[in-house]
C-alpha cells in the first residue's frame, strides 16, 4: 500500500467485488478538500472504458470516496491512479 495509506478498498486485485462499488482510500493525515475537489478524477475498466468519479470526503476528512456514476462491467480489471494532498496530523 502507498505510503500515507491506512486503508483502501477494495483492495488491489479484488475478485468478485460488485460493479457498483465505490473506491475508498483512507489516509494517514487528512485531505484538503479544495484540493481534491478540484481535480477531475477518472477510472478505467478494461472493458469498458474511462469512468468520471466524483470525490466525497467523511466528515473528519480522512476517507476519500470515489464513486462513478456509470457502473463498471463484470469481469474486467479496473485502474485508479492518483496523487492525494493530505496533510499528516501530529
Do not use: C
Not at 468478485?16 to 478524477?41: C, F, H, M, S
Not at 478505467?44 to 470515489?66: E, K, P, Q, V, Y
Not at 479496473?78 to 499528516?88: L, T
Amino acid at each position: 500500500m502507498p505510503e500515507g495509506i491506512l486503508h483502501q478498498y477494495p483492495l488491489t486485485d479484488s475478485r468478485e467485488v460488485p460493479i457498483t462499488t465505490d473506491i475508498g482510500i483512507r489516509a494517514l493525515g487528512t485531505y484538503d478538500a479544495n484540493a481534491l475537489e478540484a481535480q477531475k478524477w477518472i477510472a478505467f475498466g478494461s472493458l469498458s472504458g474511462a469512468h468520471t468519479l466524483i470525490a466525497h470526503l467523511s466528515h473528519d476528512r480522512t476517507d476519500a470516496i470515489f464513486h462513478s456514476a456509470t457502473t463498471f462491467a463484470y469481469g474486467e480489471r479496473i485502474s485508479f491512479a492518483w496523487q492525494p494532498r493530505s496533510s499528516v496530523e501530529r
